[in-house]
C-alpha cells in the first residue's frame, strides 16, 4: 500500500510554548507527546514529525514512542470512551461478561469506534479501584459494580447527553 | 480502611489520618524529622548502614535489600547521581503505591531526599502512572509545599544539602514498572530492559549511578531513620523484616488494603482481615505478585508470608496484590488471564518473552475451547522453564508462573479441560452452555427481557427456549431466572 507523504503544514503553537517551559529538554519526547495529545486527542502523523523535528530526532524513533505506549492513540477516538477495567480483581468479578454485552450494545468489537463517532469501547488495566469491581469507566467518571444489565443504562446516559447537545 | 486483627501501620501509617494536601498535618505527625536527623546527626555512611542493618527489602516484589543498593550507589563515582522512586504501580489487582501517594505523599518525598543525602545525589524523580491523576495532583501539591518550606530545593534547612524531587509520566507500559525499562522511559525511549550488570546503582539513568526503589519501600524509610533499625526489626522475621501492604480483592467480603507483619499466615488476611469467601462459596485459592506470581491452595493457607516462603511455593511477594479465588473460578482461565496479559505487555525485545509467551497463550487458548491435547502440559512446563531460564528482564523471567503454580496444584483441573472437554468451575464458555428444563420453566419471560443478545423466545406462561448459537453464554439468564429452570452444563 502505498503511504501518503506527510509533511508539516501547520504551526503548533501550543507544543511550542509547552517545549520552552520544560526544565529539562533530556527525554523531552513522551512529555511532548502527552501534551500533544492533551491538545489534539490523538496523534496525527504531521504532529509527529513536527515533534520530530522540534526534538531533532528521527521521525521513526517519535513513531516508535508512539506505539509503544498504550495511552497514546494513532487515531480519532469517540466522543465518549468506554473503558472495561480487566484488571484481575474486575475479572475474576465478571468483567469480561460486561465488556461482551457492551460489545452487543453498541454492536462494535472492543477498541473500535461506533460509526456516529460517539463511543469507543476498550478495555483497560487495573485502574485502582478493586474494591469497586468491576469497574466501568466513561470518560473519567468510573461506574463500580456494574453488571452486564447496567450496561444499557449507562450508554443510555450518553446517548441523551449527545442528543440534548444535538438540539 | 480496616485496621482489624493483626493489622500494624508502618508505610500506611498516616493514610486516611492526615490531610494529604497538607505539609503541616505531616510535620505534626513527626514528618521530616527523620530528613532532619539524617542531615544533622548523622554521616552518610550511617544512613546507608542504618537501612541496611534495618533488613528493609524492595516492596515493588523481588525483595532486593533495600540498604544493599544505598551502598553501592553511594560508593559508585560520579559528579551526577539520580535517585528514582519507582511509581508505576502496573500489576493488575493493586493499588498500594497509589493509596500512598494519595494519601501520605510527604513521607516518599522525605525518604528520597533522605536517600539522595546518603548516596551523595541532588536529583529526585518519581516516575508516575498517567492513570493515577490524584496521585500526580498530591505529589504536585507536596512538591510545591515542602519546596516552599525549605525541606526540599537549595540548602535544605540550612545544611548546605540540596535536593530536587520533579515528576515523569509514565504512559500505559507494564515493563515500564522493571527498573531499567523505566530508565529508558525516563530517557524518553521505549521502555525496554537493558542487560543487568550494570546494575542501576553504577550506571543508570543518562548512564550516572541511580538509585531506583519503589512508593512501599520508600514509605518505610523516614521511619527507620527516626525510629532506628532495631525498632523496625521487631516487626515481621528475620530475613523479612517489617510489614507489607497487600491489596487484598476478589472474592472476599472485605476488600481493601491490609497492612500486616511479614510472616503473618494467609489464612489470617484472608479469613479474619479479609472476613472470609463471599457469598458463602469455598475458598480455591489465593493469588499472590500478580502476572508475575502464582495461585496457592488451600493446603498452604497457613504458610507465613515472607519472599522466600512464597517463592518456595511457586509464587511470590510481588508488589502486593492479592486476589482471592473461589469454587467458580478457573485456574486454566486464570493462567489464560494472567498470559493474555504479558503477552500484551511484553516490550518484544528478547525472543523468550516476545513469542515463547504468545506460544503458551495458544496452548491455553486451545485447552479453554475444548482443543487440547495429550501433551499440552508437558509442553507448557518445558516452555514456560525455558521462558522463566532465558528471558531478559523479571518480566518475561517471571510471566509463566501463573502457569507453573497451577499445573502444580491444580492439575486435575487441566485434565479435565484436556480429557474430558469440561471447565469444572463453569467458567469456559466455550465448554458450557445454557438450557431451560421445560419442567420448571414457568414462562414469566424474564430471562427473554434480560438477555442482552435477544437469543431466547417463547411466549408469556410458556416454556422458553434458548437459541444455541446466538447464545454468547454470558449467564445473566442463569443469575436472572428465580425458578431454577435453567442449568449450566
Known amino acids: 500500500m502505498a503511504q501518503e507523504i506527510v509533511e508539516v503544514t501547520e504551526s503548533y503553537p501550543a507544543l511550542d510554548a509547552f517545549y520552552d517551559s520544560l526544565p529539562d529538554k533530556n527525554g523531552a519526547l513522551i512529555p511532548m507527546l502527552h501534551k500533544a495529545q492533551e491538545e489534539y486527542g490523538y496523534l496525527p502523523q504531521e504532529v509527529q514529525l513536527y515533534v520530530a523535528l522540534k526534538l531533532g530526532i528521527p521521525a521513526s524513533k517519535v513513531y516508535g514512542v508512539a506505539t509503544f505506549y498504550s495511552l497514546f492513540n494513532l487515531e480519532r477516538k469517540g466522543q465518549y470512551r468506554i473503558n472495561v477495567c480487566l484488571g484481575t480483581a474486575c475479572y475474576v468479578r465478571g468483567s469480561e461478561a460486561i465488556l461482551e454485552a457492551l460489545e452487543n450494545e453498541l454492536k462494535i468489537k472492543r477498541t473500535e469506534t461506533t460509526g456516529d463517532g460517539l463511543f469507543t469501547l476498550s478495555s483497560i488495566r487495573c485502574v485502582g479501584a478493586c474494591g469497586l469491581a468491576p469497574v466501568v469507566m466513561v470518560g473519567d467518571k468510573v461506574y463500580g459494580r456494574v453488571t452486564p444489565d447496567d450496561v444499557r443504562g449507562i450508554v443510555d446516559e450518553y446517548l441523551g447527553k449527545a442528543g440534548e447537545h444535538n438540539d | ?489
Open chain 2, 1 to 489: 480502611m480496616s485496621s482489624g486483627t493483626g493489622q500494624v501501620r508502618i508505610a500506611l501509617r498516616n493514610c486516611g489520618v492526615i490531610d494529604p494536601e497538607s505539609i503541616k498535618d505531616y510535620i505534626a505527625t513527626d514528618g521530616y524529622d527523620a530528613l532532619a536527623k539524617a542531615l544533622f546527626d548523622m554521616s552518610p555512611d550511617e544512613v546507608v548502614e542504618t537501612v541496611k542493618k534495618s533488613g528493609l527489602r524492595g516492596r515493588g516484589g523481588a525483595g532486593f535489600p533495600t540498604g544493599i543498593k544505598w551502598e553501592t550507589a553511594r560508593r559508585s563515582e560520579s559528579d551526577i547521581k539520580y535517585v528514582l522512586c519507582n511509581a508505576d504501580e502496573g500489576d493488575p489487582g493493586a493499588f498500594m503505591d497509589r493509596s500512598v501517594l494519595e494519601g501520605d505523599p510527604h513521607c516518599v518525598l522525605e525518604a528520597m531526599a533522605i536517600c539522595g543525602y546518603a548516596i551523595g545525589a541532588s536529583q529526585g524523580i518519581i516516575y508516575v502512572r498517567a492513570e493515577y491523576p490524584l496521585a500526580v495532583k498530591r505529589l504536585q501539591i507536596a512538591i510545591e509545599q515542602a519546596t516552599d518550606m525549605g525541606l526540599l530545593g537549595d540548602n535544605i534547612l540550612g545544611s548546605g544539602f540540596s535536593f530536587n524531587v520533579r515528576l515523569y509520566f509514565g504512559a500505559g507500559a507494564f515493563v515500564c514498572g522493571e527498573e531499567t525499562s523505566l530508565m529508558n522511559s525516563v530517557q524518553g525511549g521505549r521502555g525496554e530492559p537493558r542487560l543487568k550488570p550494570p546494575f542501576p546503582a553504577v550506571k543508570g539513568l543518562w548512564d550516572k549511578p541511580t538509585n531506583i526503589n519503589n512508593v512501599e519501600t520508600y514509605a518505610n524509610v523516614a521511619q527507620i531513620i527516626r525510629n532506628g533499625w532495631e525498632w523496625f526489626r521487631q516487626f515481621g522475621t528475620e530475613k523479612s523484616p517489617g510489614t507489607k501492604v497487600f491489596a487484598l480483592a476478589g472474592k472476599v467480603n472485605n476488600v481493601g488494603l491490609v497492612e500486616v507483619p511479614m510472616g503473618t499466615p494467609l489464612r489470617v488476611i484472608i479469613e479474619d482481615i479479609g472476613g472470609g469467601i463471599r457469598n458463602n462459596k469455598k475458598f480455591k485459592a489465593a493469588q499472590t505478585g500478580g502476572p508475575s506470581g502464582g495461585c496457592i491452595p488451600a493446603e498452604h493457607l497457613d504458610t507465613p508470608i515472607e519472599y522466600e516462603s512464597l517463592i518456595s511455593l511457586g509464587s511470590m511477594m510481588g508488589s502486593g496484590g492479592m486476589i482471592v479465588l473461589d469454587e467458580d473460578d478457573c485456574m486454566v482461565g486464570i493462567s489464560k488471564f494472567y498470559l493474555t496479559f504479558t503477552a500484551e505487555e511484553s516490550c518484544g525485545k528478547c525472543t523468550p518473552c516476545r513469542i515463547g509467551n504468545v506460544r503458551l497463550l495458544e496452548i491455553l487458548d486451545r485447552i479453554t475451547e475444548g482443543k487440547g491435547e495429550e501433551k499440552d502440559m508437558d509442553d507448557l512446563e518445558n516452555l514456560g522453564n525455558t521462558i522463566k531460564d532465558t528471558a531478559l528482564c523479571g518480566l518475561g523471567q517471571s510471566s509463566p508462573n501463573p502457569i507453573i503454580s497451577t499445573l502444580r496444584y491444580f492439575s486435575d483441573e487441566y485434565k479435565e479441560h484436556i480429557y474430558h472437554k469440561r471447565c469444572p468451575a463453569g467458567s469456559c464458555s466455550k465448554l458450557i452452555g445454557y438450557k431451560i428444563l421445560p419442567d420448571k420453566c414457568t414462562g414469566c419471560t424474564v430471562c427473554a427481557r434480560n438477555c442482552p443478545v435477544s437469543c431466547i423466545s417463547g411466549e408469556r406462561k410458556k416454556v422458553h427456549v434458548i437459541d444455541q448459537e446466538r447464545c454468547i453464554k454470558c449467564g445473566v439468564c442463569f443469575s436472572k431466572c428465580r425458578f431454577k429452570a435453567i442449568v449450566r452444563g
